[in-house]
């Protein structure tokens, strides 16, 4: 599957399904992300974590292309993104969409399809029922035909973990499924996405709270606008680190 | 002739509220409602420039002229709100006074035009039937059925052939563009229908209706539908309808039709709003004031059950003090709990909960 260049590559994108190099994004004149050389491994569950402000989405939207990069470049499985963009499910913040949209929740976890259908293609029996399956995964198949807006905050986030389970990528980039839900979704999102794990696939998260991190996460990725530490959690995730990531600002400041 | 003028007048409002009502559902769920009012006012420049351009109204440069017109005051607007501070409804308000202005400079410099200020804003309904195409000479019938009923095959065959891609980029931008469904170009495509919707009704009903069109019945199916297919269609029909009705209200009352027409859509839409099923304000006022009572049942049954086996028992004349209801609420509420034998008195008149009641406090608690 992987377009093998060279030996070396080969083998960085046999163990890595997403190749960050020298990444910075700026919004305006403010840097939001700064020279960042970073790559996510395959079959791991890992963990963005920084204080608010730090670049953590803007990392994430940065490796699907939804904000303009600056410079640098980002390949997942050795391809621009344009060209992979079915290997990779986006689940954004909640609150990033309109829940009075009329429609109910079996609809949006089919639009995860509307890729694969590509122009012009109307969703079809398939689709729907695949949609129905990835809606059961999470546990939500009673809520169907329900207007999402209807739907309890974790029930919203569910609907769209299902929706990227119906995208069936490689990789799932997620911004914070978990920040304020309730501990039913809390665990079905664990249980799913450790299934996912197993199945070799990436899942790269937003995470707020740290004393979740040892136990959630295989791997840390811990940003304030640099790159402050990237690694399994036994090695990185340290109190020396986690200093360093949270005192930038200060540091800042003081400069 | 009688007969037919009639058809025709309120053909060319059935086929304005159809192409304006599909169309204005993309317009109201993408919160850029007002985007249609800056577009229909502002085609005007265009209409005049294409008007001067070729020495008359020739209805394909009228159209080009508007759409052109259109497509530019989207762009500055989308320029000024993504290049700054402004915010999207600042930016409308001063792109599109400013144009429609110039137009209306323009109008008036051109004496040897048939445009006129009253006309752009009111339109001329009216006319209509005395306005016929002709084919290599031959009488083909009334121009504006023709041209708007083009339109509605177009609008229709673009909201069905990229339905789901109007629908995704509507709801989520990110996933369509993840899809690769090109959320950008859905937009500029829409707004090429929306300019183009506006310029065509335009010019039969004028600026004011088709903002009324545009906006109105889609916001009233909002408020009816929970489905966006069902929205489409709900609002489709409550534009005709608005139309119907308006026209006859205009021809018993003798009044100006665009404006009548305009008003039945708001007064649909008022009436909606008020008496809707579900999210109509008395179904909303309904369901609030009975999720009170019924919050106010659980807190009156704690109370009690709290209350029981103390010294400070709980009859109707305690309520007002312990729970700081009104003591005709108190009486309401000690009345309805007895009548549903929560609880029953005892032989000092205080209240204590039969087996029912029991339950009800512990549904409460779970």
Same mark, same amino acid.
């Given at each position: ?255 | ?154 609008? @229709? ?52 209706? @088709? ?156």
């Amino acid at each position: 599957m992987d377009q093998k260049s060279s030996k070396n590559n080969s083998e960085v994108e046999n163990e890595y399904s997403v190749i960050i190099k020298n990444l910075s994004v700026t919004y305006r004149t403010e840097p939001a992300l700064w020279n960042i050389d970073l790559n996510f491994p395959k079959g791991k569950m890992i963990a963005i974590v920084g204080p608010n402000g730090a670049g953590k989405s803007t990392l994430v939207k940065a490796v699907m292309g939804l904000v303009p990069i600056t410079a640098g470049k980002v390949s997942i499985f050795g391809k621009p993104y344009s060209k992979n963009r079915d290997k990779v499910a986006y689940v954004p913040q909640r609150g990033s969409v309109d829940w009075d949209f009329p429609t109910d929740a079996l609809d949006v976890v089919e639009m995860g399809l509307y890729g694969k259908l590509g122009w012009f293609r109307r969703p079809n029996s398939k689709t729907r029922d695949l949609a129905r399956e990835c809606l059961d995964k999470v546990g939500l198949s009673n809520y169907a035909d329900r207007q999402i807006g209807q739907l309890s905050g974790g029930q919203q986030q569910r609907v769209f973990l299902a929706r990227a389970l119906a995208q069936d990528a490689q990789i799932y980039l997620m911004d914070e499924p978990l920040n304020g839900v309730d501990v039913i979704t809390e665990k079905t999102i664990l249980s799913i996405l450790e299934n996912l794990k197993k199945e070799g696939k990436t899942i790269v998260m937003v995470h707020h709270e740290l004393q979740t991190v040892d136990k959630y996460f295989d791997w840390v990725v811990m940003v304030n606008r640099n790159l402050i530490a990237n690694g399994p959690i036994k090695e990185v995730f340290t109190k020396i680190n986690l200093d360093r990531t949270y005192q930038e600002k200060q540091r800042i400041s003081i400069q | 002739m009688e007969i037919s003028s009639d058809l025709i007048i309120i053909g060319t409002a059935i086929l304005v509220a159809a192409n304006c009502a599909s169309i204005g559902v993309f317009l109201v769920l993408r919160k850029m409602a007002m985007m249609s009012d800056a577009i229909s006012h502002s085609v005007l420049l265009g209409i005049v420039i294409a008007v001067f351009a070729v020495g008359g109204r020739e209805p394909v440069a009228v159209i080009v002229g508007g759409v052109l017109s259109g497509i530019l005051t989207i762009s500055l607007v989308e320029l000024l709100y993504r290049s700054g501070k402004l915010k999207q409804d600042s930016s409308i308000g001063i792109i599109f006074p400013f144009l429609f202005a110039i137009g209306v400079i323009l109008v008036t410099q051109a004496g040897n035009v048939h445009i006129d200020v009253q006309h752009v804003l009111y339109g001329s309904i009216e006319f209509a039937p005395f306005d016929t195409l002709y084919l290599d000479e031959l009488d083909i019938g009334s121009k504006s059925i023709w041209v708007l009923g083009i339109l509605a095959i177009s609008n @229709v065959s673009f909201i069905v052939i990229l339905y789901k891609e109007l629908k995704i980029s509507t709801f989520d931008k990110s996933l369509a563009l993840g899809a690769g469904l090109m959320p950008l170009l859905v937009h500029y495509l829409l707004m090429i229908m929306v300019a183009t919707t506006a310029v065509v009704a335009f010019e039969s009903v004028g600026a004011i209706l @088709v903002i009324a069109f545009f906006i109105v019945p889609a916001s009233a199916a909002f408020l009816l539908t929970d489905r966006l297919s069902r929205m489409l269609v709900l609002s489709v029909f409550l534009g005709i309808i608005s139309a119907v009705i308006g026209y006859l209200f205009a021809l018993f009352a003798d009044v100006s039709i665009s404006g009548s027409m305009a008003s039945i859509t708001g007064i649909i839409f008022g009436l909606i709003w008020v008496f809707g099923p579900n999210r109509g304000l008395i179904s909303r006022w309904r369901q609030v004031s009975k999720q009170r009572f019924e919050i106010n049942l659980g807190i009156l049954l704690t109370h009690i059950q709290k209350e029981l086996g103390s010294d400070r028992q709980v009859s109707t004349s305690t309520l007002s003090n312990s729970l700081g209801w009104t003591k005709e609420y108190s009486e309401k509420l000690s009345e309805f709990i007895q009548e549903q034998k929560f609880v029953e008195k005892n032989t000092q008149g205080n209240f204590i909960l039969t087996d029912i009641g029991l339950k009800k406090v512990e549904n409460y608690s779970n």
